[in-house]
């Protein structure tokens, strides 16, 4: 697609609710990241794939975040039992890899009541 | 790991001055500099971007300079306008990792 895409946009999850964001990477794209990103602060890194491995998740705050890419494009970030902590805007970016510049998507805004 | 900085956390300036955010990193591996513009609501977009090979990179009134020696790297901004109000975000990676580090932002407020 022309950009990153992600979805759904706004999602209102109540405590203990499991939720699952989506990221649409840009087509060829190696390389899929994950940001959290609090009101009023800078994107979090969360987890990294290349294709399909994911190389780096050290940045995932709980085993309650999970993420996956089985196929290399599509990517899934799974929270099990949402807390309020985790409300946040959760940021998908791809890459071309190499340290090419990211291309955000527009994030899925996660409230937990 | 990796760890940024990032100052000032606000910055108001006037119609046509110039602007400065200076940033630090701590990993002398990191060896890609982008900058991110992030306006109300909406995602971060690439402004500028400068590797460890370089020293300056200028986009008509964007430049960016880096200090591999201090590990710093500044944004400069000249005679800026109203639509430059927004917060930036520098990053830097480098390694054995693509993943980027952020600073926490400063917020630029730019008066007609």
């Known amino acids: 697609g022309a950009g990153v895409s992600q979805s759904p946009r706004y999602k209102v999850a109540k405590r203990g609710q499991d939720v699952a964001l989506r990221c649409d990477p840009i087509?060829?794209?190696?390389?899929l990241f994950w940001y959290q990103q609090a009101l009023g602060q800078g994107p979090e890194f969360l987890t990294y794939?290349?294709?399909?491995?994911?190389?780096?998740k050290s940045g995932l705050p709980s085993d309650r975040f999970f993420a996956e890419r089985p196929e290399g494009s599509v990517s899934t970030l799974k929270i099990q039992r949402t807390q309020q902590e985790d409300s946040a805007v959760y940021l998908c970016?791809?890459?071309?890899?190499?340290?090419?510049?990211?291309?955000f998507g527009s994030g899925t805004r996660l409230t937990v009541v | 790991g990796e760890n940024v900085e990032q100052h000032p956390s606000t910055l108001s300036v006037q119609e046509g001055d110039s602007a400065v955010i200076k940033c630090t990193y701590s990993?002398?591996?990191?060896?890609?500099f982008p900058w991110y513009k992030q306006e109300l609501g909406k995602r971060p977009q690439l402004i500028i971007d400068?590797?460890?090979?370089?020293g300056e990179k200028k986009d008509q009134r964007i430049a960016v300079t880096l200090n591999k020696t201090a590990k710093h790297f500044s944004l400069h901004i000249t005679e800026t306008q109203p639509e430059d109000s927004a917060v930036y975000f520098c990053?830097?990676?480098?390694?054995?990792?693509?993943?980027?580090?952020f600073g926490t932002g400063t917020r630029l407020q730019v008066f007609p």
């Open positions: 087509s060829g794209h190696v390389s």
């Open positions: 970016a791809s890459s071309i890899g190499g340290w090419g510049g990211y291309t």
């Open positions: 400068i590797r460890s090979n370089v």
């Open positions: 794939f290349q294709n399909e491995a994911q190389l780096d």
């Open positions: 990993d002398s591996a990191s060896n890609y």
């Open positions: 990053a830097a990676s480098g390694g054995n990792t693509d993943k980027l580090i």
